[in-house]
């Protein structure tokens, strides 16, 4: 993500992670994972991954683009991963290390603060959409990736760049172009699947969510910085639910 993110994007990926922060502070640190998680992948989605990259414990996981640090927090409770965040919000990555433990560095996807062939698995997780340069990402992934290295991707795809009604600061790539893109920064493209075949989330991982919304109403509801944060996330909910938008998981290796 550029330094020239948009104010709405700021909104609903930095401010936002203050506030959940502070609900979860509230409401107890069984919440934490449910609530970090939202908008990145569902449980079903993260196992996935997990099994697909091959992480188990004490695997070295970089996630790029980490926001609060749910899913890394995730993958290093259910498969014993070595996690650190990188996020280019500094209130995101406040929130990953006070509210999870999670370590989290503030970095640019195009200048990633990590050496060349340092970690085995990278996730990225909803990301490519939110950035125009999509190969000079995926090109800081493949080198931060050792050779042989695993990468996790959640892809938000549509058919066309910006539909109606997009979330500011997206711009959707094709599942064909992300499959090129891949290719073309030296990832092998192993498996994938849609988000929309996955089994939903179980009811008590809803229902912590659901409480912690309902928290983030009650404490910011009539300040406008939400109402705009909720509107991006409505947006793109909008477009997933009548499939103008489909998530893809995919999981490549890098040559």
Not at 1 to 20: G, I, Q
Not at 158 to 181: K, Q, S, V, W, Y
Not at 225 to 230: G, I, L, T
């Amino acid at each position: 993500m550029s330094e020239d993110v948009p104010e709405r994007m700021e909104l609903e990926f930095d401010t936002v992670a203050r506030w959940t922060r502070d609900a979860v502070a509230e409401l107890g640190p069984e919440h934490a994972v449910p609530a970090a998680c939202r908008g990145s992948a569902s449980p079903a989605g993260l196992d996935w991954l997990v099994r697909a990259c091959g992480l188990r414990d004490g695997t070295r996981l970089a996630d790029v683009g980490g926001g609060v640090g749910g899913p890394a927090a995730y993958a290093r409770a259910s498969a014993g991963a070595v996690p650190v965040v990188v996020d280019p919000m500094p209130d995101a990555c406040a929130a990953a290390t006070g509210m999870l433990g999670v370590p989290a560095v503030v970095g640019d996807g195009a200048r990633l603060p990590l050496a060349t062939g340092s970690v085995p698995v990278c996730w990225c997780l909803g990301v490519l959409c939110t950035v125009e340069d999509k190969a000079a990402l995926l090109d800081e992934l493949h080198r931060v990736l050792a050779p042989g290295g695993a990468l996790g991707l959640l892809v938000f795809t549509a058919d066309t760049e910006r539909p109606a009604g997009a979330p500011d600061g997206n711009h959707f790539p094709t599942a064909a172009r992300t499959r090129t893109l891949l290719a073309g920064s030296g990832f092998d493209l192993v498996r994938e699947r849609t988000t929309g075949t996955l089994p939903p989330a179980p009811a008590d991982w809803q229902e912590k969510i659901a409480e912690v919304e309902g928290v983030l109403t009650r404490v910011h509801g009539d300040d406008p910085r939400f109402a705009a944060a909720e509107d991006q996330s409505a947006r793109i909910g909008r477009l997933i639910g009548d499939g103008t938008v489909v998530g893809y998981l995919m999981h490549a290796t890098a040559r």
